[in-house]
């Protein structure tokens, strides 16, 4: 068997595969909420609770340190 009848033999078996998929589902009927995922768990505080503002401020004055460098090597010629 030279290769393009070895390709053509495995695409016939994908569309068969394909059409025994498809009449073994045809009348099955999913709900789309089916996929939905459960709950989450309703007792994590939310909000600014949850925020680190320690974190933010130091990572808000690293961010303002790097543009001023940025903008001190931006002006030398």
Known sequence: MDLGTIVIILLGLLLVAI???????????????????????????LGMEEIDMDLVRRVEKE?????????????KP
């Open 19 to 45: 059409s025994v998929e498809a009449y073994l589902k045809r009348n099955r009927h999913r709900n789309i909420s089916a996929n939905r995922p459960e709950d989450p768990d309703d007792t994590t505080p």
């Open 63 to 75: 961010n303002q340190r790097h543009a001023s460098l940025t903008e001190r090597h931006r002006r």
